[in-house]
């Protein structure tokens, strides 16, 4: 079973690919739309992480409209 770290990971990654051409993206927004997408429980501050982790190598900007 992969770990929840990956599930989540490829969670985001789907986000970004759907937001690709978007040079800012909302916070609120994702963070909302993870939950049910990412299959795992990890809490709001280490969702926020990863997706501004993943969105900057990306080079996306996230709007921190929290």
């Known amino acids: 079973m992969p770990d929840q770290n990956a599930l989540v990971r490829a969670a985001i990654a789907r986000l ?25 429980a990890l809490t709001i501050e280490d969702l926020q992480d990863l997706l501004l982790e993943m969105a ?11």
């Open 16 to 40: 970004l690919s759907q937001k690709t051409g978007a040079s800012v993206i909302s916070m609120k927004e994702s963070i909302e739309e993870l939950p049910a997408t990412a299959g795992a």
């Open 56 to 66: 900057e190598e990306r080079g996306m900007m996230v709007a921190l409209d929290l």
